[in-house]
């Protein structure tokens, strides 16, 4: 089993930046794509960004030229650099990975506990 923990977040003035981190742990396992999702009170849980084993990335409309997806794979770890933050950035943002163990074929899915970020006026 695969665990993700994810730290950074925090309250931003608008305009101002933040990076996250997601770091996953466990024991013989591949992580293939991670990703970045947000969910605000009252809203649909969405996708940010994501970003493949060889560094593709993929970015929702709404944070195109301020956000940038990253990861380290020696470290296990996927960051999330926010900048320019809008009050409507403000949700919890929850780390993504599509992992393995081993011996399996099929990559499993695991989510983080989530990290808040709040934007003010």
């Known amino acids: 089993q695969v665990q993700l923990v994810e730290a950074g977040g925090g309250l931003v003035q608008a305009g101002g930046s933040l990076r996250l981190s997601c770091a996953a742990s466990?024991?013989?396992?591949?992580?293939?794509?991670m990703g970045w999702y947000r969910q605000a009170p009252g809203k649909q849980r969405e996708l940010v960004a994501r970003?493949?084993?060889?560094?593709?990335?993929n970015y929702a409309d709404f944070v195109k030229g301020r956000f940038t997806i990253s990861r380290d794979n020696a470290k296990n770890t996927v960051y999330l650099q926010m900048n320019s933050l809008k009050p409507e950035d403000t949700a919890v943002y929850y780390c993504?990975?599509?992992?393995?163990?081993?011996?399996?074929?099929?990559?499993?899915?695991?989510w983080g506990q989530g990290t808040l970020v709040t934007v003010s006026s």
């Open positions: 970003i493949t084993r060889g560094s593709s990335t």
């Open positions: 466990g024991s013989s396992f591949i992580i293939n794509t």
């Open positions: 993504n990975a599509d992992w393995r163990t081993i011996i399996d074929i099929l990559y499993r899915e695991v």
